[in-house]
């Protein structure tokens, strides 16, 4: 057992796995003599089903095991280390903050219903050990105070809220990375391993567009690549909706949902870019994205749990849909008959990656093709992709369905079209199609 700290705080690290950026992390250093940097691994989560679909595939769980890894290597560097907690955070965080004494626990803001319902529980918990708990807003580029209006009057068409946000805020300076960080002496790093946790391990496919490795290195090292040493976002607009390859895209989406990437640090580079080779058309559209995901993350602060129910926001009710288990499982095996979006979902399934483009495609076909309740699609999508991200995810889906924020009420593609205007060659339908996956 620890001797007690005079003032210790403990920072809860969740999805905000990174040094850089980190306010939470900046004000305990600030505030406190020493920092115990901790994760929760709630296990019970991984078992849990949702639509008939596990909460994480083992793609994302090795991305996740790879960005703790480094996450305790960087905190090392600076004389610390990360002690992973096994069991519920309402839990396991009160035992620590009493064996520890500790008078904080610093986390993450959450806006999510169901991340705000255990951080409730946290509160409450740590209340009884005269513990504080105290949240940092980390993980949107824009924060919610900044914004010109109330959470409650939040625009709900982005146009609206883009303009408003683009002329009226700004984003802050990026928190600055500790050089060093005062802990009590913490063991090395105790990992579940994959097969601890009853999952198999996936070796990267060859074909993916998403081959990375998850951690705050990685992402710092992709953010530089794809800015400074390839100068691809100089025409990140006109490649944004191809289909293979590393680079058509950021691919910052999987650091960014997990935070080992923060979405500041992104605008703030973008903008040194600008400075040094010019900015054109390309490097606003990656902030515009950016913007969108925002926007996601808002709206749920606003409409909470709706956004997760078959009927959205929409105004008026929308009629109902049923559910077909084989249309379902010929859509998640790529077996639809439509090869566009079979390529697509034999994508997903294989490297847990899509593109935005495939993404639209398969989740319109999914909506008004096949006619499936679209609740369904999207818990596909939240057990399968790696950068699965709830706002981001659940959003786009509901948008699609005509129950979100979308003027127009629900989107269709004619995949036949999309096709030929994007796979002109065929190229990306026989990546996927060739082989017997
Ligand atoms: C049905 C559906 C589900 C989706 N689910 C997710 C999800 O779970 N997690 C996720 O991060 N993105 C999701 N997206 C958005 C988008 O498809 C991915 O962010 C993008 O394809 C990731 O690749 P990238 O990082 O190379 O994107 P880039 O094109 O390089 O974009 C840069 C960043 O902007 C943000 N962004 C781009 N497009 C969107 C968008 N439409 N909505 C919100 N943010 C966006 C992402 O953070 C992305 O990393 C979904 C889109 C659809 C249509």
Redesign the pocket.
Known sequence: MQECMKKLGIVWFKTDLRLHDNETLATAIQECEQVLPVYCFDEALLEEKQLGFKRTSAIRLQFLLETLKDLDQQLREKGSGLMVLKGKPEEELPKLAKMYGATKVFAKREVCFEEKQIDALVEKALWKEQCVFETYSTSTMYNASDLPFSIKNIPDVFTTFRKRVEHESEVRAIATTPSNIKSPTIKPLALPSMDDLGYVSINSDERSAFPFKGGETNALNRLQHYLFGTHHIKN?KET?NELIGLDY?????AW??NGSLS?KMVYHQVKNYEQLFGGNESTYW?VF??L??DF?RFAFKKHQAKLFHYQGIASQPIPKSTLNQTKVEQWINGKTGDAFVDANMIELKTTGF???RG??NV?SFFIHELEQDWRYGAAY?EQQ?I???PC??W???AY?AGVGHDPRAGRKFDTEKQAATYDKNKLYRQLWLSKTN
């Open positions: 990140y944004r895209s950021s691919k910052f989406s960014l949902a979405p990656l994205e950016l969108w995901r996601f899509m593109s935005n993404r639209q989740a999508f992709l950068d699965y991200d981001s995810n959003g786009n889906w699609l």
